[in-house]
Nanobody, 116 residues
Framework: VHLMESGGGLVQPGESLRLSCATS????????MGWARQAPGKGREWIAG???????YYADSMEDRFTISRDNGKKMVYLQMDRLKSEDTAVYYC???????????WGQGTQVTVSS
């Protein structure tokens, strides 16, 4: 199982970013996927999961500024982040699994920094 995130960077508050996760080594189309993040000095926080049919599931703590999607043909999963805030600064991880309690394989993460 290989997961590789991309798309992170430095943005200003209010801007948007789209994170991508390229996958290989498993039957992507039958595996639920998700995103989590870890802010400096904090534990890993689950953001959202997406079922094999594309149905999204968001953690209760997440606002509606995040949108998860997938492309089974490209074996990719995405996280669209809008109206970013400084508190969104974190390392963002792609993972297998639908929720925080799922068994996970993790990518290495991509840094997102929101700062003016």
């Amino acid at each position: 199982v290989h997961l590789m995130e991309s798309g992170g960077g430095l943005v200003q508050p209010g801007e948007s970013l789209r994170l991508s996760c390229a996958t290989s080594g498993f039957a992507f189309e039958i595996v639920e996927m998700g995103w989590a993040r870890q802010a400096p000095g904090k534990g890993r926080e689950w953001i959202a999961g997406i079922a094999t049919d594309g149905a999204p599931y968001y953690a209760d703590s997440m606002e509606d500024r995040f949108t998860i999607s997938r492309d089974n043909g490209k074996k990719m999963v995405y996280l669209q982040m809008d109206r970013l805030k400084s508190e969104d600064t974190a390392v963002y991880y792609c993972a297998t699994g639908l929720s925080a309690t799922s068994d996970h394989y993790w990518g290495q993460g991509t840094q997102v920094t929101v700062s003016s």
